[in-house]
């Protein structure tokens, strides 16, 4: 699995389906949502894909994702965004 980071804007369109947009992803896709601008996935997908299928549900919201999957991680934040970046990322079915 992939750890990726989705930033966006509020855009001028109605709410952000996110549980919608996750669902979109793959079945073992996760989200960690901080906040109404930022969250952090886990999926099998790469960030171009993440990308391709965020657009669907973006509307006019301008946003960015990457993947931060080695990325190394620090600051103080709840247990939950912890347990939710240290799990296990798994490899996907294929390799």
């Known amino acids: 699995m992939n750890r990726q980071i989705l930033v966006f804007d509020e855009g001028d369109d109605a709410e952000l389906n996110l549980q919608g947009f996750v669902d979109s992803l793959d079945a ?8 109404g601008r930022v969250c952090f996935l886990t999926t099998a997908l790469n960030a171009f894909d993440v990308s ?44």
Do not use: C, H, Q
């Open 52 to 95: 391709d299928r965020f657009t669907k549900f973006a509307g006019s919201r301008l946003f960015f994702v990457a993947d931060i999957t080695e990325s190394p991680s620090a600051g103080r934040m709840f247990g939950s965004f912890w347990d939710f970046m240290k799990s296990p990322a798994l490899p996907n079915a294929a390799e």
């Open 28 to 35: 073992g896709a996760r989200i960690y949502a901080m906040g």
